[in-house]
């Protein structure tokens, strides 16, 4: 399915698509047999909207539709799960990018765009001494250990 999607990614978005990436159980590498595939689309030039954009995206879908009942038939029940941000969007970090801080697989990046964005992040939650604390197949973050009662900070 991976093999296919970036291409049918690229067909519909073309020269306005900045990145690709794959996360989640998909990005981790422990997918199971149904597992969604979690992907951040970032691309120029977006409708505005959630709707609008989920609209655009569903001609990926169509081209993807032969190969998904293909896939069901042999019983593996995938879905996609796209998160499509602007360049600008995307820029301004999300929370989303925690779980992409250590498990991503940026398949492309158009002049290293999400790979500074999280180097950044990454450098900033080194520097406020965050870790991420493993429970079983889950995780939370521990942002800042020595926080103060009342104490603001920013990621």
């Known amino acids: 399915m991976i093999e296919k999607l970036l291409p049918a990614v690229q067909a519909v978005y073309g020269e306005r698509l900045v990145t690709f990436a794959i996360f989640g159980s998909v990005g981790r590498g422990t997918p199971g047999f149904d597992s969604d595939i979690d992907f951040l689309i970032v691309a120029r030039n977006l409708p505005a909207g959630r709707v609008k954009r989920i609209r ?12 998904i009942h293909s896939l069901q038939k042999e019983g593996i029940h995938t879905s996609l799960s796209p998160i499509i941000k602007s360049p600008e969007e995307a820029d301004k970090g999300s929370p989303l990018f925690l779980d992409m801080v250590e498990d991503v697989k940026i398949l492309f990046d158009s002049e290293g765009f999400l790979a500074d964005v999280l180097a950044r992040l990454k450098d900033r939650l080194q520097a406020l001494g965050s870790r991420r604390v493993r429970m079983g197949n889950a995780w939370y973050w521990v942002l800042k250990p020595d926080i103060k009662a009342g104490e603001v900070f920013e990621i």
């Not at 655009?56 to 190969?67: D, K, N, S």
């Open 56 to 67: 655009e995206f569903e001609r990926v879908e169509e081209r993807l539709a032969p190969l």
